[in-house]
């Protein structure tokens, strides 16, 4: 199949071709995008268009962290650790370009609550969860005498601190070829990478697979850009493991895309505005946003809302259990039975 969706000029349509060796010729860029009127860098948004103690013998730093969530420091790694399940794993990504602040998202815990809290709302909206890439490491608790270390099961987050700058790493095609190039691409993985970056009105964006057969294609990769306009709220994460917030929509969007959603021919997909394919919307999305139906749908291209007010197609029709022989994320690749 050719890149038949990418005859519309993507610098019109916010598609983006998929480039010469990427993940498939049969994807485009989907983005998400921060609401009209909320830019504040001179960007324009569509309104007009922890470790483990095993045989590497890593251990929690007993050195606590501001703003650390945890009694105990999530510890940090530039590699993907060994695999704790066999099959396909989603696996995260926390990419610092050069220059640009770490804040230890990762070591925090911040990252592992946004990784945990969108598991926790996909279980609440459907009876699947998201195959997450996963490590154990022991901790032991520094304000007790004994050494009695406790087992602690975290989400596998990989740290990158890159030599490219922000501005090299502002799309879904640079943050694949930086991930590429540091061996991030194994093909039972799928890559959600927190990037601290400024992508201007736009929030995240992901590989949209346009195959409409199910399980042809996998997008494969995913960004959330932590530094983008203010109105994307990219550094507004869950509070704890259970309460996902804005952060958590844009991700959340962005991994749905990998699996092909929105499809083409969804009833919903919001062909009002070329910009927007690939998500669910009903009217002009540069005149009143939110009063479309489909604003409170995760798919919808304004993030608008904290993830716990979203739902997942909540009339299944459109993307998830419906009744039409397309792509359907309820066989989501990297999706399994809670």
Known sequence: MKRALLLIPALLTGLAAAPSGAVSQDLAVARTFAPPGSLDD???????????????????????LPGQRYPWRIPRSSADRPDERSGRLLH???????GAPDDQFDEKGILEDSARSMNAWMRQQTPKQWR??????????????EEDPISINAVDFTFIRSTKSDDQLDSVSEVEAELIALGF???????????????GGVCGDAWWTLSPQAGAFD????????????????????PNATQPFFTETIAMQEMIHNDGAVPMSAPHNCLVSLLAYGHVCTGPLNVTPNLDPEST????????????????????????????????????????NA
């Open 185 to 199: 691409n194994q093909s039972n993985k799928r890559y959600l990478s927190y990037v601290a970056a400024n992508a």
């Open 92 to 98: 995260f990504v926390y990419l610092v370009p050069a």
């Open 132 to 145: 997450l890439d996963t490590f154990t490491f022991e901790w032991d608790d520094p304000e007790t005498i």
């Open 42 to 64: 001179g960007h324009l948004a569509i309104a007009s268009a922890l470790t483990r103690l095993d045989a590497q013998g890593e251990i929690a730093s007993d050195d606590p």
């Open 219 to 238: 997008g494969k990769y995913s960004d959330v850009y932590l530094y983008s306009s203010s109105g994307c709220r990219a550094r507004d994460f869950a």
């Open 297 to 336: 749908d995760v798919m919808f291209p304004y993030v608008g809302l904290p993830l716990n007010q979203k739902f997942l197609d909540q009339d299944r029709l459109d993307y998830y259990g419906h009744p039409f022989p397309t792509r359907d994320l309820e066989q989501g690749l990297y999706l399994e």
